[in-house]
């Protein structure tokens, strides 16, 4: 099982900078069978939608509306994941959740609020 904690969220005016971060815990094996590390979001009365992804080789991909403004990294030797929002919007505001798989292994963090005002 792997456990994930994510950090970072808070409130910051449009315009602004947040970096988020997601730390894995728990067995290796576990660990070392994840292929892909994402960044979901969801606000209030939406649906949860894809941010952004890395793939264990490194690939990434963009959501549109975040291309050229986030970035998505990864410190493998400390379990961590990133995702740098810069240039941030209103409509940014959301839940963000971290969420790694690969194999039989799905786990999901509990979301760090980011609140973007106008």
């Known amino acids: 099982q792997v456990r994930l904690v994510e950090s970072g969220g808070g409130l910051v005016e449009a315009g602004g900078s947040l970096r988020l971060a997601c730390v894995a815990s728990g067995s290796i094996v576990s660990i070392n069978s994840i292929n892909i590390k994402e960044w979901y979001r969801q606000a209030p009365g939406k649906q949860r939608e894809l941010v952004a992804l890395?793939?264990?080789?490194?690939?990434?991909h963009y959501a549109d509306f975040v291309k050229g403004r986030f970035t998505i990294s990864r410190v493998d030797a400390k379990n961590t994941l990133y995702l740098q929002m810069n240039s941030l919007k209103p409509e940014d505001t959301a839940v963000y959740y971290c969420?790694?798989?690969?194999?039989?292994?799905?786990?999901w963090g509990q979301g760090t609020l980011v609140t973007v005002s106008s």
């Open positions: 969420r790694h798989w690969g194999g039989p292994l799905d786990a």
């Open positions: 890395i793939t264990k080789g490194g690939s990434t």
